[in-house]
Structures are given as C-alpha cells and as structure tokens.
C-alpha cells in the first residue's frame, strides 16, 4: 500500500523542475536518453524504506536565465509504469486500494509559477493532479547546469524534491503507522533546447 502511495508522489513531483516561459527557451525532456527520472521513497512500518520509479512520462519546460520568474513546466506520468522492483507490490499499489491506475492511469503537474532564490536554487509551485485529485504544491529545486554537449545541442538539468501527504490524494493510510502517510517526491531530468 505504501508503494502505491509512493508512486503516485513520484509522479506528481516529477512536474516540479524550475523552467521559464514567455519569451524563454523551449526544452524536451530527454526521455529517450534516460537522463530524467521521476522517483519516490517511503517508509515501510519504520523498518527501512520503499523506493520506487516512474519508467514512463514525458515533458517540456521553459526557461530563460534572464526571466528566471518566466520558466514553466509541463509533465505527464504514465503511473502504470511503477516500478518498485517487485511485481507484486506494484499490482497492489496499482490497484484500487492505492493508486487505482485502471481509473487514473495518468498523473500531471503544471507549474503555476517559481520564486528564485539564489546560485540556481528556487521554488517551484504547481498543481500536481494523482488518482484525479489536484492539490497546489512546492518544491525546492536546483539548476545542475546548462550547456553545449558533446552532439552539438544545448542541454539545461535540473533536480528538485517535496514531500508529499498520500491523504490529499485520496489514499488511505489510517491503517499504517504514521511514519507511512508521507513520501519523499525527487525529479531530476536535462531537456534539449529546441
């Protein structure tokens, strides 16, 4: 049950990357190079922890060094594609108990705006929507670098993690101990200016 709750997390905080918009660069996630990963970590009854993955999303974001206020996100998670290293505990966290991925099959966030603070960190706010339920949330997020690649395309990276309440998205945890209502959301991905 925590596994599914993790993985819904994952999926919302994967939207929760630092990119500008207006008159800024449009950047592709890079999907098909596996340099982005929307994850997730949960407690497991206070023993040791549940990580999890994402395998399948997409993505563009926006960003302008110069308007940093500008930058903007889009992602979209295929939240049947969890990965927790162990077949089982996926189909439970896919089921109705958890996720219920046969209803929701896919998660998003959209930035809704992003406060920048100093030497490439910043605050990024948007709306995550998992298993239908959108609530507004922030991550703190970090630009890793910008620059040529060896390919000739310019590349920009960035990561970011929240935590998220399994609650507000309508998975019920009463039966866990508390330790278990929350998980940790990280996203870290490089997009290809376009």
């Known amino acids: 049950m925590l596994k599914k709750t993790a993985l819904l997390t994952a999926i919302g905080a994967a939207a929760l990357v630092p990119l500008s918009q207006a008159q800024a660069d449009d950047y592709v996630i890079d999907i098909e190079g596996q340099h982005a990963f929307v994850q997730f970590k949960i407690n497991h009854l206070g023993y040791s922890y549940i990580l999890g993955t994402f395998r399948d999303f997409s993505g563009e974001f926006s960003y302008d060094p110069d308007d940093l ?79 040529e690649d060896p390919w000739g395309s310019y590349r920009a990276g960035f990561e970011g993690s929240t935590m998220l309440t399994l609650e507000d998205y309508g998975i019920d945890m009463s039966d866990f101990p508390e330790s278990m209502h929350e998980l940790e959301l990280y996203v870290t991905f490089e997009g290809i200016r376009q």
């Open 69 to 147: 206020e500008a930058s903007s996100v889009s992602l979209d998670v295929d939240v049947t594609s969890l990965d927790t290293n162990h077949a089982e505990r996926d189909r439970h966290i896919l089921s109705d108990d958890f996720l219920d991925a046969d209803q929701y099959p896919e998660a998003s966030f959209v930035t809704t705006g992003f406060e920048p603070g100093d030497d490439g960190e910043g605050v990024l706010t948007g709306e995550l929507t998992l298993k239908g339920e959108t609530r507004e949330i922030e991550m703190p997020v970090t630009l890793m670098g910008e620059g």
